[in-house]
Each structure stands twice: as C-alpha cells, then as structure tokens.
C-alpha cells in the first residue's frame, strides 16, 4: 500500500507563491496517476490537478489553470504543485492522493492523508 505524506504548505499573501510537495512511502506510485485536492472550511474535497504516470499529461481544475503547474518525480517517488499568483480563495488543505476518471469527475482512493495547510491572506 502507498503511503503519501504532504508538505510545504503555510501562510502567504495574495499574489505570491508556495510549492506543495507529495513524498510516497510503501509501494511506488510511478505507475499510478496522482493528484491533488483540496478542502476549504465548511465546503467539500475539490479536486485541483492530476499528472498521469505513462506520459506525463497534466489535467487542472479551471480555477487553478494558468496558475498551479503539478509535476512529478518518479525516480524518487515524490510529486509537486507549484501554486503561483495565489488568492484568499485557494486557502484549504491540500491533499494528494491516487487518482482516476470516474466518468468526467474526478476521484481518488479512500485514503488520505494529513494534508497540508495552505492559507492566503488578503
């Protein structure tokens, strides 16, 4: 089982910048798609960006497009999410995770992590 841990997270005023990263422990996940979601307070997981694992193809949630680049790294088991021009808006945790297309929405498996705590000041 693939164990994924998050971090980089943290406070940054609106307009800046962090890079998330996503370590795997376990059993590699270089054959899997990942991806990250996020959670703000009070409003359901959303799905933020996945990268598949045979050709590197990236797939963005439309708030996040042109401004959040996900990349990985399989060599080394890990992934990333820089997250340029950020708003008060894409404050929440951020999660990664396996995912996969159910249909046109996306999804991922059951188990998360802590996340990482990203929040926006205005």
């Known amino acids: 089982q693939v164990q994924l841990i998050e971090s980089g997270g943290g406070l940054v005023q609106a307009g800046g910048s962090l890079r998330l990263s996503c370590a795997a422990s376990?059993?590699?996940?270089?054959?899997?798609?990942v991806g990250w979601f996020r959670q703000a307070p009070g409003k359901e997981r959303e799905f933020v960006a996945a990268?598949?694992?045979?050709?590197?193809?990236?797939y963005y949630a439309d708030s996040v497009k042109g401004r959040f680049t996900i990349s990985r790294d399989n060599a080394n088991n890990t992934m990333y999410l820089q997250m340029n021009s950020l708003e008060p808006e894409d404050t929440a945790v951020y999660y990664c995770?396996?995912?996969?297309?159910?249909?046109?929405?996306?999804?991922?498996?059951?188990?998360w992590g802590q996340g990482t705590q990203v929040t926006v000041s205005s």
């Open positions: 990268i598949s694992w045979n050709d590197g193809t990236t």
């Open positions: 376990g059993r590699t996940f270089s054959r899997r798609t």
């Open positions: 995770n396996i995912v996969f297309l159910m249909g046109s929405r996306w999804s991922a498996m059951d188990s």
